[in-house]
């Protein structure tokens, strides 16, 4: 069931209601399969994978805390290579298995293995994480092994996080099923305002800039110049607004409710650097990779190659993780050396902004920053947002083609005014891009929750009413689908 759907219109005031009338002993039962429905909406037959990866991660749970020794690492990694061997299956086994079947027809091998024909179960990559995390807590003695098999299911299950985030914890969202939430008045409307702000980003920005977005990477050996300039920079914008609007519809419904997830983007495009930036985007994610993957490389307690590689080997498995084809690890290993070669050449950049003298205007200088750090990202999304390498190769290549000619500029703009979109509309769509901008420059995360709370009321109920009219008027309403569904 996705957010911007009539049915969720439906689904979640009835939830909620229901939620606050019954029984507080009851509520976890109720919620349990308010969340089942609302998974097998998307296709019903994959609860069985999800309630696969439910009973391997509750028993695994209680078998490592009350095993010692050797056992206790055995079935921790017994526990890891069960619920990955789904979501291997699903997602990773056509990929290894196309490259190895090309792999034997270059060295004219017999490969007699088959494509599988399955269909990716919506969220398995993000539930699977939270139960990996689970287990791992277990082991490290952080955290107490859940008896209560319906708790541990809701734990899993948890509707508004479950499809795409925010990766929880055990320690932050296991204990909250326990608690009894009364309604009230201040936390509820906190919530539906987060969530009206999740659907603006999503319904009026990032749906909209997906009508150009989507033309151009249809086919982009269509296109030079401007267009590709134009579809790579509202890319980097989409996909934020796609994302970070579904984690705020998630994260507001479920504070109606009274739960508290974390914060899963923390305005990352104010960022002045790369690192800065991955400490701000998919929080829940990064967050995750760092303490089960990063930090036990090593981090950057050891010498510093070896630290380069740790941050490589993190951020190219992140890359697997988005998706199952080279592209998505030739964007996350990117991302790596990003990192690394700001680490590289600190001295050196340093050294040059002393040079010409930027440090006199650090207003001046942290601009120029973000905006260079917003461009880098928006350039690696070329290689994410492309069908294929030689497409993300091509729009690499001619994005500055024909602009070195007044005529080619020229061709090169009719060229996107071609594109078949309401011009009038993306006006109204740029507009909406400022607005967001201005607000989020205007209301920290920590502030998110409360949004405008503290401005006055005129200002705070023209802010409403106006993204109320831009969701009325210029929302795009055709059940697109987030994003980060996909993987």
Known sequence: MLFNSFSF???????????????????WFFLLMASWVFYMAF?????????????????AGLLIERTEGKKKKVF???????T???????????FFNSNLAQAAHFLHWNYPIESLSLILPVGISFYTFQGISYVIEIYRGHQKAETHIGIFALYISFYPQLVAGPIERPGNLLPQFYEKHTYDDQRVMDGLKLMLWGFFKKVVVADKLAMVVD?????????????????ALFFGIQVYCDFSGYSDIAIGAAQVM?????DNFNRPFHSASMAEFWRRWHVSLMTWFRDYVYIPLGGNRVGK??????IFITFTLSGLWHGAH????????????????????KNVRRHCVKGVGLNRFPAFHKGLQIAFTFLLFCFTLIIFRSKTLPDAFYAITHLGAGLGSSEGIKMSMGALYDLSVDRYQLIFTLLSIGIMVLIERMVPLRNMRQMFSKRSVLCRWAMYYLIIFFLIFFGEYNDQVFIYFQF
């Open 305 to 310: 190659w070896r630290w380069y590689f740790n």
């Open 84 to 94: 990955c061997g789904a979501i291997f299956v699903f997602k990773y086994f056509n």
């Open 9 to 27: 219109l439906i689904f979640f005031p009835t939830v909620t209601a229901l939620y606050f009338l019954i029984p507080h002993r009851y509520r």
């Open 258 to 262: 009274g739960f508290r997830l974390m």
């Open 43 to 59: 296709l019903p037959v994959y609860i069985l994978i999800l309630g696969l990866t439910i009973a391997i991660d509750y028993s």
């Open 215 to 231: 033309q151009v990477y249809q086919d982009p050996t269509q296109f030079t110049g401007i267009p590709l300039m134009a579809a």
């Open 76 to 82: 921790l990694i017994l526990s890891i290579v069960s």
């Open 326 to 345: 080279w592209g998505m690890i030739f964007w996350g290993s990117l991302n790596g050396c990003y990192l690394i070669f700001s680490d590289w050449t």
